[in-house]
């Protein structure tokens, strides 16, 4: 077991809804963070966390909010979800910001919004 | 800006053939780099980082900061190669790993 699990695992969800993606860890590493994988464009970085309550913008952060709370969860939020936000969302965990163990990656997230 | 590039999208090579996948980065610092590999249907999963010198399932990976060059090498491609790879580059200070866009590699039989 990898310690750490996205759900829902697939969703299908319509333009303008909102909708809340959940990435939890067993792990009690201090860092996650949240990349969008899309093809030719690769992983990108979307938010990532670095304690509770402390977050901070990736790369592709538009329309996208996140929220920790706790240190086990990181959850994801479209705001008005957008058929450009069709993706696979991938949530990863890190002890150290310097990775000497690398990231751990979840299963992902199939988002398809119609 | 802090890039990270992997020029090939596609690789297809022979059984047995030597495999390359090219990365190049663009960072003024000491950069750390990574190599991730995700097969089908499967999470990504860290495969090496030049830091350990190591080698993992065959392959290696050297750091030429002269080139800024950290290429993916295994002498002879085998059938369960076939899978996405992705380089990364980890910057000072705390900052979150910068992906390539990654190499989709087919060892074909």
């Known amino acids: 077991d990898a310690g750490i699990t996205q759900s829902p695992r697939h969703k299908v969800t319509e333009t303008g809804t909102p909708v809340t993606l959940r990435c939890h860890q067993t792990?009690?590493?201090?860092?996650m963070y949240w990349y969008r994988q899309d093809p030719g464009h690769g992983l990108r970085l979307i938010h990532y966390?670095?304690?509770?309550?402390?977050?901070d913008k990736g790369e592709v952060s538009d329309g996208y909010s996140v929220s920790r709370s706790k240190t086990e969860d990181f959850l994801l939020t479209l705001e008005s979800a957008t058929s450009s936000q069709t993706s696979v969302y991938f949530c990863a965990i890190s002890d150290t910001q310097g990775a000497k163990g690398g990231y751990t990656f979840g299963s992902g997230t199939r988002l398809t919004v119609v | 800006a802090q890039r990270v590039t992997q020029p090939e999208k596609l690789l297809s090579v022979f059984k047995g053939a030597p495999v390359e996948l090219k990365c190049n980065y663009s960072y003024s610092g000491s950069p750390e780099l990574f190599w991730y590999v995700q097969y089908s249907r499967q999470r990504l999963q860290l495969l090496l980082r030049h830091i350990s010198r190591e080698s993992i399932k065959g392959f290696t990976a050297d750091l030429n900061k002269g080139e800024t060059s950290f290429h993916l090498k295994k002498p002879f491609a085998q059938e369960e190669d076939s899978a996405m790879y992705y380089c990364a580059l980890l910057r000072s200070g705390n900052t979150p790993l910068v992906f390539g866009k990654g190499t989709r590699l087919s060892v074909i039989a």
């Open positions: 966390s670095y304690g509770v309550k402390d977050t």
């Open positions: 792990e009690n590493h201090r860092y």
